[in-house]
């Protein structure tokens, strides 16, 4: 199994760069494999641009492999987004891993200037106008349904060749299709449930198999928002708490975490695990900074090594 961390990234008040800095410091100390954020443009919950808060912490850390899921990049220019994510990929010396998304339907479109009608199409042709931004070529060509782009210079180009890895999100069956043809993993949400995300897992490995593509070389995850308390109804709450703050009153979304006790936390986690994780992102749900390191403690001293 492998095991990553959740970055903190509300702000309230005033950025706590020196607690996030220790934050950062611990999670390799405890060998955790990467640290990862998530987008919301738009919403109540206070939460710091993905990918400029991943080159801060990119200049705190030496190994974390710094992780975004998912970028709604339908809502973005495919130029202006690959030469940020470029960016972080240079500023980490290429420990980027960089996950995409469609959003949905019930995304607010309008406000971006995207046509609902057309942001699945807007969304395929934008990852292959990234594709080739971030290619060998040091001018690119591109001519589609929503952009002409010819013969334009365009460096520098990402350390990870061909590009960092691309991860997927999505749980119809047309998404999931979509994330082997074009992806190299899969992350399930962490707005999803365990059962939602074991139906993923046998439509990612169905593709795979009638795709060609190796399993071995596609990695499967999932982020799960999670609480750990002595006390079981404490840590319930906490955890809802967090959700809310994130998710507001999302329908659904009291069904998906795991919280308990450090024996609890384990049984949920066993379950991802066995519906067909090899990849666990953990996500605490504190408030702050210090919430958050006392969980990924927690995690790391009481919960993974009962997952080994």
């Not at 950025?15 to 405890?30: H, I, P, S, T």
């Not at 060998?136 to 591109?142: A, H, L, N, S």
Request: charged fraction near 25%; proline fraction near 6%; hydrophobic fraction near 40%.
């Amino acid at each position: 199994m492998r095991f990553s961390i959740a970055i903190p990234q509300f702000d309230y008040d005033r950025f706590d760069g020196d607690g996030l800095r220790d934050y950062l410091v611990r999670a390799e100390q405890l060998g955790f494999e990467g640290g990862w954020v998530l987008e919301q443009i738009i919403g109540d919950a206070p939460l710091l641009a993905p990918l400029e808060l991943l080159a801060y912490c990119a200049a705190c850390t030496e190994r974390l492999r710094l992780g975004v899921a998912v970028l709604v990049t339908s809502l973005h220019d495919p130029l202006q987004l690959a030469s940020s994510v470029t960016a972080v990929d240079r500023l980490s010396h290429g420990r980027l891993d960089v996950g995409v998304g469609t959003g949905g339907g019930f995304r607010r479109f309008a406000a971006f200037g995207i046509e609902k009608d057309t942001y699945i199409s807007y969304f395929t042709e934008g990852l292959k106008l990234m594709k080739a931004a971030w290619s060998d070529d040091p001018r690119v060509t591109f001519h589609g349904r929503f952009r002409d782009v010819d013969d334009v210079p365009i460096a520098p180009k990402p350390v990870q060749r061909p590009h960092p890895p691309i991860w997927f999100g999505g749980l119809a069956p047309k998404a999931l299709a979509r994330a082997v043809r074009l992806g190299d993993s899969f992350l399930g949400a962490g707005s999803s449930t365990t059962e939602a995300f074991a139906g993923a897992v046998t439509v990612v490995r169905r593709e795979l198999d009638e795709q060609r593509k190796d399993p071995a070389h596609f990695t499967i995850g999932k982020r799960v928002y999670l609480m750990v308390d002595d006390d079981a109804a404490r840590a319930r709450e906490r955890v809802l708490a967090g959700l809310r703050r994130i998710y507001g009153k999302m329908p659904g979304v009291d069904d998906v975490p795991v919280s308990g006790t450090p024996d609890d936390v384990a049984r949920g986690l066993r379950e991802v695990i066995d519906a067909g994780a090899g990849y666990l992102l953990l996500n605490p749900v504190g408030v702050d900074v210090p919430e958050n390191r006392e969980q990924m403690e927690r995690l790391a001293a009481e919960v993974i090594p009962q997952l080994g």
